[in-house]
RNA sequence: GGCGCCAUCGUCAAGUGGUUAAGACACCGCCCUUUCACGGCGGGUUCGUGGGUUCAAAUCCCGCUGGCGUCACCA
């Protein structure tokens, strides 16, 4: 088949050179999860092939520039765990690697194009251009790894300005200019890209440059609430790297489910990968070529793998930044870790669903009433007395779980009724929850003795005085 | 609109002419159970459409439809 050797003709060719990937955003101060996941392949693609990945910022817009915006773009990088080999910060060979900085050599080549004619000065207005020159007929052809080749009719391209009147380039010139002096042999880029492609190319010619291997990746989607599927953007809720983070994601967690979003892996069904494992088993051909949407289920559900992966400790310590503990719980907290582990998928929903600890809800008799389990508003009273005098007599110092798991378990027993129809009425009257992580001995355990039997006794008056 | 790209469950996706069309998420049911989870077991739903080619098409070709992108002194 002509597409599969054709592509495989042109890897051997390409691996005789050290494979240099890199990941050129303008620098906007906020990473899009469509972005995030071409750096992550491009990031990925080099490192399995033993090659170089760069960091470039395409600042050529002053019009858009912010400030700080390389560093955010480093620290995103940085935590997403992609590590450039060459980059503004990091330096390398081919530096500086921030384009306004690049300003004199664009100019250079920019006038040799217009002294070999392929380009022209244009004036305006606004002052001295330079503009490519179109073939006015024939067709331009680059071969793209995903998709093979790609023809486009050169009368479809218009003069393109390559440097602009303040002297800046445009992205279509400076992208040129800096893959080849970069050396970068891989353009791993958006499908946005594609019909621009061919500017570039001819651009390469005129300077009888050895064009890249190109890649251009089909875009992130989100789905919106009525369902209507178009390219992620702001309307589909949070679409920044740094926004799921804010929301509790585990950065790992995030680039491990977006690395699956648009490539799939070869030979396997495996779908948690750490980076190492992810630059191991990566290869183009896993690449998809059609859109992929955006889902927060299947995050939800990668990230609570990552959250039961963790020990106690390491989920306490990551999610600490997200939670108001008092003292008390704040003491407790990697046990309250392990209970809170299997049942979120996001750090920022830890808050509620201990709130009950911190604070007592408001009394609501008509919790203690469980058909399932037996319970009505008397039999909780019943219960509850005796319990309330059994937790009463037990050490402070023996206040465990595990001891308290005992004694429960021991009265239980002796009330002859099913432990549902127990535990129950116990738990509602300490937690006022229908739901809480852990069970009676877990809660009574968190909120210590004295409070404990306090909301025990204030939950059993209220009880009697209905 | 011109040009270009794309098209397998609701979603992510395996699949490269012959398969009972994998797997995962979500959903539903059952089991376990000290609530909710976790865990275990099981279930339904998919090749956009019309033509070809072929003994045989989700796979190859063409048209249609639909979605997306692009036509800047933005990137």
Redesign the pocket.
Known sequence: ?L??SEKFLRNEVKNLKKVRTRF???PTGYMHIGNLRTALYAYLFAKSQGGDFILRI????R??YVADAVEFIENTLKLAKIYPDEGPNIGGNFAPYV?SERKEIYKKYAEQLVKNDFAYY????????I?QKMPKSGETSFY?V????????NE?L?D??L????G????????VIDDHLMEVTHIIR???????TPKHVLLYQYFDWELPTFI?L??V?G?AED?????LSKRHGATSFGDLVDMGYLPEAITNYVA?????P??T?Q?IFSMDELIKIFSL???????????Y??????S??YF?KMSDEEFSKAAKNFVKLDENLNEKFVYLAS?LK???VRFDEIQESIQFLLNMPEFDSELFINK??KVTIEKSIEILTPAFEMLNEIDEKDWTVEN??EK??AF?ASTQLK??T???P??ISISM??????????ILYLLGKKNSLERMKQSLDNLKSI
């Open positions: 088949m597409y599969h050129a955003p303008s395409e600042d050529t817009d019009a858009r384009q244009e004036e305006s207005e606004n002052g001295v251009a503009r793209d995903l998709h093979g080749n790609i023809t486009i009719a479809e218009e393109q300005i440097l602009k009147s303040d800046m380039p445009t992205y279509n010139f400076a992208n958006g499908t946005e890209f594609i019909t621009s251009h089909a875009p989607m789905k369902g209507t599927v178009s390219k699956l979003l648009g490539w799939n070869k030979n069904n779908e051909e896993g690449l998809s070529k059609s859109p992929a949407v955006f889902d289920d299947k995050l939800n559900w990668m609570g793998e039961k209970l299997t049942r979120i399932r389990n308290l798991n429960i378990s239980t432990v549902g127990v535990m129950w116990l738990r929850k229908k739901v809480t992580p852990g069970g009676v001995t877990e």
